[in-house]
C-alpha cells in the first residue's frame, strides 16, 4: 500500500464522526427529541450563516477581528524579537530585566484586560495592545532560547570572517535562532488570535465590529444558530490561521537549507 | 453658587436680565469645538439596534442636537457602551467623552475617583427596579434571598436600590451571592437558570410575559428605590466651551418638553418599543407615573438629595473611595441658562426635599 | 547594544558555570544574580511611588503603591482575598482533573489504538485549534454562568494539551520495550506504569505543565467574564467601581499564583525525573 493511498484513506475515516454528529444533530432537532430553542439543526446554523454573511455584513466583521489580529500580532512579534535578541545577547540586559520578565509572564493575560481598558478605554488601540501582549511573551522565550543555542564554534567562525557586530546579528545569530523563532510566532499568531476573541467579549464596544461582536450580539438576542456560526468561524480561523503558520515555518525552514 | 432667594425685586430682575445679556452675547463670541462626544451608558437594543429611551434617546433620535450645531459644522460623536455607567467612567478617565449620559451611582463613583465632571441636568428619574427568578423558583419575597446567586451589574445605578432594597428586608449584599451581569446578559442568565434572581430595569418585564420570570418586587410602591440618571460635562469642557455647553442643554429641552405632554406618552411608548420591548411591558413599567415629573431636567433640591443618598450610601457600602458633597458637584448655571433661552424656566416644577412641589413663583 | 560586546558575553556560559565554583561562591554569585535582578523591580516601584506622588496621572489611572498595599491588607484581613483565591483554586483544581483525567483517557486511546486515532484524531485535531474562549458563549447557553461553565471551560482549555501530549508521549514509547512487555505478558496496568509511563513521563508532564498554563489563562477569562467569586471577580469589581487599586491587588495575587504554580511544576518535574530514573 502507498503512502499516499494510506493517507487517503485515513482521511476518509476522519471524516466518519463529524458527518455522523451533524447528522445526529439534525436528526434530533428535526425530530423534536430536543428543545429546539437551545439546540438548533444544522440547517438552521447554515441558514443563521448564510444570513449573517449576506445581510449583517459577517465578512466585514471577521475582516475587522483579522486587522485587529494582525496589528496586535506584528507589533508584539516585532517587540518580542528585539527583547529576545536583547536578553539572549547580552547577559547583563538578561540579568536585569529576566527576573522581571518571567515574573510579569506569570500574570494570566486576561489579568490585563482592567488595567488596560482604565488606561486605554474601550478603544481599538486597547484591543491591539493587548494582543500584541499576548504575541510578545511566546516570541520573546523562543528568540531568547534559539539565541542561546547558538553554539560557540559559530561565534569564532564569524569572528575569524571578523563580522561586525550588525553582520554578525543578521548573518549568524538571527539565522541560527529562526528555527525557535518561527516556533514563537508560530505560538504567538495562536495567542493573539485568542487574545482577539478574548478582547472583543472583554473590551466590547457598541462601534466595534468582529466576530465576537457578533456572538455577543446573538447571546444577547438568544440566537443559538448565530453563536454557533461565530463560534464556528472563530475555531476555523484559529485552525486556518495555525495551518498557514505551519506551512509558512515549514517553507521558511526548508528555504534555510539543511546547513544548519 | 447665589441662591436666587437671596436676590430679589428690581435689582434682582435687572442682575437676571443682565446675565440673560451676557449669555446671548457669548454665544456668539464662542467657537465651538469641531467634534462633541458624547457617551451614553445604555447600549443599542432592538433590530436594528435603537436607542429611544429617555429625553437623551428622544433627542438622539430626532438628531436635536445635531441639528443645533449644523450650522456651526460641529459633528456629535455618540458612543453607546455595553458596560454601561462603569464603562463611561472608564472612557471619561481617558478623556475621550466631554458629556455623559449616565446613572447615579456610575457618575459619584467618578467622581469620588477623581474624574473631574459636573452635573448639569437630570437625564433620567424614577427608572423602575425589578426582581425577578424563574417561574418555578421557590423565591417568594426579598428575604428569600440569602444564600442565594443574584445578578445584576456590579457599579451601574442600581446597585444602591439594591441595598436599600436589601436592608429594608434585613439583608446585605454578602448575605447574597452577587454574580456580576453585563445588560445584556441579564436575560440569558436567568432563562438558563444559572443564577436563581435577577435585579434588573424595564429590560426583563419581557420574560415574564414570555413565561419565562416571575415578578417578586417592584419599587412602584416606593420612590427611594428607583434609579436615576444625569446630564454630565467634564470640568475642562464646561471651561472651555460654557456657551456649548448650555446649547447642548438646550438642544435637549425640545425633547423634555415633549416628553412632559401626556398626550405624547403613547407615541413615546411606540418609540422605545423599538429597542425591542413590546408596548405592553412599557406601559406597565410606566403606570401612574407622571409625565410632567419624569420629564424634568430639573436638579431641584429633591433631585440632588437622591443623589446625595446615593453618595453617601456609595460611601457607607465602600462602593466610592470618597463621599461626594452633590451640591458642591451639581451646576444648575448652565441648565438655568439654558431654559432662560428656550423660555422654559417656571415650567417643570421645582420639589423641594421630600419631593413635594414647591409653590410656583 | 552597549559595551558589553565581546563574544563572550554572548555565549550561554552562567548556568554552566555555577556548579563548577566552591558552594560559597554559588551561594555569593545566586545572591548576586538575585540582587541584579531585583534592581528594575526597584526602580519601577520607585518610579510608580513619585509618579504617583507627583500626580503625573490621575489617581484613578494610577493608584499609589501605598494605597495598593492598603488594599491588599485590607482585602487580606477581612478574609476576601484568601476566600476568593480558594475559590478560583478549587475551580483550577476541579478542572485539572476533570479535564486532565478525560485527556488521559483521550490520549492513551489515541495512542494505542489506530482505529480510533483514525476515526477520531482529524476531528481532534482541527477542534483542537478552536480558541477555548470561542466555546464559552455557547456553553454559557448550555449550563449557564453558573460554577458548570467554569470547570467545564477551564477542563476544555485542559483537555487538549494533555491529549496532544499523552498521544505523542505513547507515541514515543519504544516499539520493542512495548514486543518485550508483550513477551512477558504484561497487563494493560502493568504495561502503562512499567513501560509506558517511564519513557512518557516526560511528555506528560509537558502536558500537565501547559494544562496548568491554559487552566490558569482560561480561568482568569471566565471569572472576568462571569463571575460572582474569584480573584477575576474581585478584578471586576475593581473596574466596575473605578478603583484600581484593587485591580492592581488581584493582578499581584494573580502573577504570584503564577509563579508558585511554576515553582511547584519544576520541583514536580525534579521529582518525577529522579523517580524515573529509578524505576528504569
Partial sequence: MSASHSRRQHDWRGVVAPLLFVALWQVAASAGWVNTKLIVSPLAVLQAGWQEITANGFAHALAASLARDLAGFVLGSLAGIAFGVLLGLSRWADRLLGPTFHTLRQISLFAWIPLISIWLGYTDQARVLFIAVAAFYPVVLSTHEGIRSVNKAQFEVAQVYGFSRWQRLVRLVLPAASPQILTGLNLALIYAWLATIGAEFLLPSFDATGVGATVIRGRAAFRVDVIIVGMLVIGLTGYALNRLAQRLEDRLLIWRGPAH | ?361 | MSADSSTAVILPAPAAATPRTAPLAGVLVKTGHVLVGAIVPLLLLALWQHAASAHWLPVQLLPSPALVYASFIDLWQSGDLTSNLAISLKRVGWSLLLGGGAGLVLGVLFGFSRRARAYLYPTFEVVAQFPVIGWIPLLIIFVGIGEPLKVLAISLAVIVPVTVQTTKGIAQVPRPLLDVARVYRFSLAQTITRVVLPSALPTLFNGLRQAVMQAWLALVFVELLAAGEGVGYLMVWGRQLLQLDLVVVAMILIGLVGVVLDRLLAVLEHRLQRWRRNAF
Fill in chain 2, 1 to 361: 453658587m447665589f441662591s436666587l432667594k437671596t436676590l430679589r425685586g428690581p435689582l434682582a430682575r435687572l442682575a437676571l436680565a443682565l446675565t440673560a445679556f451676557s449669555v446671548t452675547v457669548g454665544a456668539y463670541a464662542e467657537t465651538p469645538p469641531t467634534v462633541i462626544r458624547v457617551g451614553v451608558a445604555t447600549p443599542k437594543t432592538g433590530n436594528p439596534p435603537a436607542f429611544t429611551v429617555g429625553p437623551v434617546g428622544v433627542a438622539y433620535t430626532r438628531g436635536l442636537i445635531e441639528e443645533e450645531f449644523k450650522k456651526d459644522n460641529v459633528k456629535i460623536d455618540w458612543v453607546f457602551f455595553r458596560g454601561a455607567g462603569p464603562a463611561v467612567n472608564e472612557a471619561l478617565t481617558n478623556k475621550q467623552l466631554d458629556f455623559a449620559f449616565q446613572g447615579d451611582l456610575p457618575s459619584l463613583v467618578g467622581k469620588a475617583g477623581g474624574l473631574n465632571t459636573r452635573l448639569i441636568a437630570l437625564a433620567g428619574t424614577r427608572q423602575h427596579v425589578y426582581l425577578a427568578v424563574p417561574p418555578d423558583s421557590p423565591i417568594k419575597s426579598v428575604k428569600d434571598l440569602k444564600g442565594k446567586r443574584v445578578g445584576f451589574s456590579i457599579g451601574t445605578n442600581i446597585q444602591t436600590p439594591i441595598n436599600r432594597i436589601l436592608a429594608a428586608n434585613g439583608l446585605t449584599e454578602r448575605d447574597i451571592r452577587v454574580v456580576n451581569l453585563s445588560v445584556e446578559g441579564i436575560a440569558p442568565a436567568l432563562t438558563s437558570k444559572s443564577i436563581d434572581a435577577v435585579f434588573s430595569w424595564v429590560q426583563i418585564l419581557p420574560l415574564k410575559d414570555k413565561g419565562l420570570a416571575r415578578i417578586v418586587f417592584s419599587d412602584h410602591e416606593n420612590a427611594a428605590y428607583a434609579c436615576n440618571s444625569g446630564v454630565l460635562v467634564t470640568d475642562e469642557f464646561a471651561r472651555k466651551y460654557p456657551q456649548t455647553t448650555t446649547r447642548l442643554l438646550k438642544a435637549l429641552l425640545p425633547a423634555n418638553r415633549w416628553l412632559a405632554d401626556p398626550a405624547n406618552t403613547n407615541a413615546y411608548i411606540s418609540l422605545v418599543a423599538q429597542m425591542g420591548f413590546p408596548e405592553k411591558t412599557l406601559h406597565e413599567d410606566q403606570d401612574g407615573e407622571d409625565a410632567l415629573l419624569q420629564s424634568s431636567p430639573l436638579l431641584t433640591d429633591y433631585a440632588l438629595s437622591l443623589y446625595q443618598g446615593v453618595a453617601d450610601d456609595a460611601f457607607r457600602l465602600k462602593l466610592a473611595r470618597t463621599r461626594v458633597d452633590v451640591k458642591q458637584w451639581a451646576d444648575r448655571s448652565f441648565l438655568t441658562a439654558a431654559l432662560q433661552q428656550a423660555q422654559l424656566t417656571g415650567f417643570w416644577p421645582t420639589l423641594d426635599n421630600n419631593g413635594r412641589k414647591l409653590a410656583a413663583k
